[in-house]
């Protein structure tokens, strides 16, 4: 079957750095996103990782190692806005996604 | 400002009845997805289209029907909704790419489903 992993939750204090993990088994590969949602609201893209190596976007950086079946999501500086649940998600070579259970991320001050 | 809008952020419906919950996208995108969402189950995929009058089977299917008649309007149809169909369904869209942009989905807000 077709499977991504990762933590049902994570805590930490704010100005920290948090790491989610993410690990996938699926039939095809074509690249891990990462989705935000706050509570009480839609699923927000955030961040795309199609070949090995790490994406960086202003606090938020992606992982992706293709050999491992890994990725991750690492958020610097942690606000208390950043609360939220992080979904990875995989495109398995049709256009739809295959999306992890979520984390909920609680940032405490 | 690009947008997915739902017709209904809540709804309340009786065991029994048929449900029509409708999504709307503004940016032409080919690809449509209608999801629902349950706590500790992350987005399971129920049907998506890949264009006009086409539409694919998700994850769960059981219990559901799905219309897209033209490209911006895509429609989730509960036959005979029962208590178990009670979650939040969230609609999306992509456009159709090989790259970053087809896994780049737009949510609308959602509609909150409760079956009496």
């Not at chain 2, 490209?71 to 790419?97: G, H, P, V, W």
Request: aromatic share 12%.
């Amino acid at each position: 079957g077709q499977s991504l992993e990762q933590p049902s939750e994570v805590t930490a204090v704010e100005g920290a750095i948090v790491q989610i993990n993410c690990t996938y088994q699926t039939s095809g590969f074509y690249g891990l996103s990462w989705y935000q949602q706050h509570d009480g609201g839609a699923p927000t893209f955030l961040s795309y990782n199609a070949l090995d190596g790490l994406e960086e976007t202003g606090r938020f950086s992606s992982f992706l190692s293709r050999s491992d079946s890994y990725g991750y999501l690492l958020l610097q500086e942690l606000q208390m806005k950043d609360s939220a649940s992080y979904f990875c998600a995989v495109r398995d070579g049709t256009d739809k996604l295959i999306f992890g259970t979520g984390t909920r991320l609680q940032v405490f001050p | 400002d690009v947008k997915v809008t739902q017709s209904s952020r809540y709804l309340v419906k009786r065991t029994g009845e048929k449900v029509f919950l409708e999504c709307v996208q503004d940016m032409d995108h080919e690809n449509m997805f209608w999801y629902r969402q349950d706590p500790g189950l992350g987005l399971r995929l129920i049907y998506f289209s890949y264009d006009v009058k086409m539409k694919e089977k998700g994850d769960i299917p059981e219990g559901y029907s799905v219309s897209r008649e033209k490209k911006e309007r895509f429609s989730l149809i509960l036959e005979s909704a029962s208590t178990n169909q009670t979650s939040m369904y969230l609609c999306a869209s992509s456009s159709k790419d090989s790259g970053r942009n087809s896994n780049e989905q737009f949510f609308g807000p959602g509609t909150r489903l409760t079956v009496l």
